[in-house]
């Protein structure tokens, strides 16, 4: 198993860092590996804001559901979706689908996922910040993003200061099909939720008595930002019939 392969099976989310800054030398690296990334349709319809003020963090650290890290990691990056740079050089384009919104949200997962991957290769730690969809328009206006463009969720980026445990994941039977979609083995599940309960119990810290099957239910039986349509019609998405 090569290096590579290693740093992706041994993926933590790390929420604590210590305060030592990233250089400018490894924050220009990691940004680099991430616009490399492939692009739908190669439109790069994509932009990361860096967040250095540390307001305005602090203010995001709040829109995003009180998360302490947002403003305490050595980075920040917001990933958007933009066709504001497309509308500015196309003006006459056809805007306002919901494919464009699917185009951004996979060049963001693309992009993000790249500056993750060459962070850990450096040493350096990070958490994704989904939260940031808790106020969208909100976060709009703090970013003054404008028309066509939306921000996605952020990242964390610091030298880590905890070390956690691997997060055991569904076994690839679940997940992986072949030729068909296949019907969910209830009795995989079972064995998956027997692994993940045992790792809440002995992981060293935010112990808890749990398990998949029980975290996916409460999750769904929420609404779940039931205003996210409004908040993408209102940056000029979603506005096509």
Partial sequence: MNQTIQLMLNHKSIRKYTDKPISAENLKTILQASVAAPSSSFLQCTS??????????????????????????????VFCIDFHKHKTLVPNGYYGYTEQVLLGAVDCGLISQNALLAAQSLGIGGVYIGGIRNNPIEVCGLLELPEQVFPMFGLCLGYPDQSPEVKPRLPIDITVHQDKYSPLDLDKIKSYDNTLAEYYNTRTSNQKDNTWTVDIEKKLSKEARKFMQDALKKQGFMTVI
Avoid at 53 to 63: F, G, N, S, V
């Fill in 48 to 77: 990361i804001i860096r967040v250095v003020d540390q307001a305005k963090r602090e203010k995001l650290a709040t829109l995003a559901g009180n998360q302490a890290y947002v403003a305490q990691a050595a980075e920040f990056l």
